[in-house]
């Protein structure tokens, strides 16, 4: 995709939902081809894909796999590609034409990952990102082929990783890290718990590396000068790391942090004049503008980057909700929390993105639009659980499907477009 070497093109990308397609490579529904041979396959099998089976761990308490998307919600999407159902069946197609389906994928592991803002210097910062979306691809091909190599081919990239990677470096080393940790541990989560093939001693040393060298950046915070989709997107990360490791303290910590920062990150009138500062700081009410863009006025839904730009306030919202949709699925409700907030925010954002008139009090008249990724978890659980009116964002997720991969999120309308769970 066109985010792989150049950074700043993943707005138009990701907001128009493109996907760039390689040719001559259709993944089998069942069964396997010689690598490299395209397959064709239609609604039918030749024997029914098992369904993946849930457990909980007596320890934490935590359901497996519930990094992100659970079983229940696998088994759905399982069943709506069988019978060629869309907005399933199109997101199925997208992501096996995608190049990061591909069995020849070859992962490119380093043992420091430098990356400047914007990533600038650019030392492993796209190759971590893409080798994890990579493996997520192949992971979730494997769940929807139970074809053994898909499988594979996600423990070869997070083994090649996790052999040699000791450190995020330079200024975006805890976004970094956020990115690629929150989408490496999906892939992980899932292979750990419907792959039986992981070598025990491979399986300890990812998740040495998850403990090590990721967790301890991304839960720690950064401070009020990052942009809050920073903090939402390393919680992301937690969140997920610390189920896949049974870590309870961990979970409950990111959770906490997620309360604290979403306040300040998306204002609503109760909130007072201004909007909450981040957890821990204490800021005068022009530090408060200054951080939110210079926006001096302020109504419900505005997020502290809706006069940066679209694209990195879709990042936070996205983030949210997709640590709101891992607790949910572990029995918190982080939904029901954050329920105004989240919605006015989706209403609002949706809304302009639509063509809505910016009004001249806000951002000075004038908006970066963008809005990315397809808000398609958040608009799942208000919309499709708990039947919430959403109509500005069901418009937009509705014509900017299927959602395509991208950074530390990938293929939300195939894993949870109205999901019945």
Request: charged content about 20%; overall charge neutral; some cysteine.
């Amino acid at each position: 995709m066109a985010w792989a070497r150049t950074r700043g093109g993943v707005a138009v990308l990701v907001a128009g939902a493109v996907l760039t397609v390689t040719c001559g490579f259709l993944a089998a529904k069942a069964g396997t081809t010689p690598l490299g041979e395209p397959a064709v396959w239609g609604s039918g099998h030749a024997m029914p894909i098992p369904q993946v089976s849930s457990s909980r761990d007596s320890h934490s308490g935590f359901l497996h796999p519930g990094v992100l998307v659970s079983a229940a919600q696998l088994n759905f999407v399982l069943k709506k590609i069988n019978t060629d159902e869309e907005p399933w069946q199109s997101a199925w197609l997208a992501l096996q034409r995608s190049r990061y389906a591909q069995l020849t994928w070859r992962a490119r592991p380093l043992a420091t990952v430098e990356c400047g803002f914007y990533s600038r210097p650019d030392r492993g910062c796209t190759d971590e990102a893409e080798d994890a979306v990579a493996a997520y691809t192949h992971a979730l091909l494997w769940v929807f082929t139970r074809d053994a190599r898909y499988a594979e081919k996600s423990i070869e990239i997070l083994d090649a990783w996790s052999e040699v990677l000791k450190e995020h470096t330079n200024s975006n080393a805890s976004l970094q890290a956020g990115w690629s940790g929150a989408t490496f541990v999906r892939a992980a989560e899932l292979i750990k718990h419907t792959y039986s093939g992981w070598p025990p001693d491979r399986l300890t040393r990812a998740e040495r590396m998850f403990r090590t060298v990721f967790l301890p950046v991304v839960i720690g915070g950064v401070n009020r000068y990052k942009a809050g989709n920073w903090d939402l997107i390393m919680l992301d990360a937690a969140t997920g790391i610390a189920v896949f490791l049974d870590d309870r303290a961990a979970f409950d910590k990111a959770l906490d942090k997620w309360r604290g920062r979403l306040r300040a990150y998306v204002y609503l009138s109760t909130d007072g004049p201004l909007p909450k500062a981040p957890p821990g700081e204490a800021l005068t009410k022009r530090q408060i503008i200054e951080y939110w863009g210079g926006q001096g006025r302020f109504v419900d839904g505005l997020a502290q980057e809706t006069c940066r730009d679209f694209l990195h306030t879709g990042w936070g919202l996205a983030a949210a909700a997709h640590v709101a949709e891992t607790a949910w699925i572990q029995g918190q409700d982080l939904y029901a929390e954050g329920r105004e907030r989240l919605t006015e925010a989706l209403e609002f954002h949706a809304g302009l993105e639509l063509g809505k008139p910016v009004p001249p009090w806000l951002c000075g008249g004038t908006l970066q639009t963008g809005l990315a990724p397809v808000p398609e978890i958040a608009y799942h659980h208000y919309a499709t659980r708990m039947g919430y009116n959403l109509p500005e964002t069901k418009e937009f997720v509705q014509a900017n499907r299927p959602a395509g991969p991208a950074f530390f999120f990938a293929w939300e309308t195939l894993t949870h477009a109205g999901n019945a769970y």
